[in-house]
């Protein structure tokens, strides 16, 4: 089957990903694991707008579209935890996916039940 040729191939090669659900400061599940991404440039509008709302993005990646995300969410990229500031769906791309910008989260997201101690 030939490609579409308007359409901009995705590739999910830079790593994995874990997905976790959280409520107040604290990581109630692990979602999903292993979430293999593509690393995407973070445009010049899209840079500008993240900025004149208030947020400040560190990262943009894409991961497929079947992945169980939300805004809510935060993302975790090796030891590093990211907030969702946006999920944009790319109908476009092949195969179709998901934009996740992300944020340094400002927070340290520990699990249920973990202390300072």
Known sequence: M???KNRTFETFNDGDLSIYEVRERKILRKKISGVRYGDKTIGEKRHYDAKVAGARLSKMVAVLQGVDVCEDDIVVIGTTQYAID???DKF???PPCKYLSLTSAQISYRYEGETDA
């Open 2 to 4: 030939p490609r579409i």
């Open 86 to 88: 946006q999920i944009q």
């Open 92 to 94: 476009d791309a092949m």
